[in-house]
């Protein structure tokens, strides 16, 4: 699903409004919803739900009694990032780091984590190919020609282009 132009203005308001970059935060999205970005999609295995995948949990901070009632309240991408997202992202910010912010919707301590920390053996065994914060953040950012095509989808410059490659370059060489 291509992102249309309604989509990516919420973004960047979103992304503003919580204080990062707006391409973290579709890159998140992106993963988070199995490259859909639809707002309803659900986790078969764990019962998250949305654009984040909120549990039941974070959907209860949010005064609901359950995550799926949340995204039944705000069913489109524009009114669940406003509504939901953002206020919940918000709460717990701020995010000058892709990893305080990836680690924010996956596992809330590693934000500050040196990026080759290993989680736990169980956080390990519920999400196969995941053993540190350095390795969700490889997931979610994908290739290098994949962030590049991303900062131009959301009406990047060429220098926001050019920034997204050094910043793969940058990664790939910090992790040896």
Do not use: C, H
């Amino acid at each position: 699903m291509e992102l249309t132009q309604s989509m990516k203005n919420a973004l960047i308001s979103a992304a503003a409004a919580i204080g990062t970059d707006p391409e973290w935060l579709r890159r998140l999205i992106y993963f988070e919803t199995a490259r859909t970005y639809d707002p309803q999609i659900t986790n078969p295995n764990t019962g998250a739900i949305g654009l984040i995948q909120f549990m039941d949990s974070a959907a209860q901070d949010l005064g609901f009694d359950r995550a799926a009632d949340l995204a039944a309240r705000w069913p489109d991408f524009e009114s669940q990032l406003q509504n939901a997202v953002v206020p919940w992202l918000k709460r717990y910010g701020p995010y000058p780091t892709e990893q305080s912010l990836y680690m924010q919707v996956f596992y809330p301590a590693a934000r500050s984590w040196d990026p080759l920390k290993p989680f736990s053996d169980s956080v390990q065994a519920a999400n196969p190919g995941i053993k540190t914060p350095a390795d969700y953040i490889s997931l979610v950012n994908g290739s290098i020609a994949k962030a590049a095509k991303a900062a131009a989808q959301i009406g990047g410059s060429a220098l926001a282009v050019i920034a997204a490659i050094l910043g793969a370059i940058f990664f790939l060489k910090s992790r040896g």
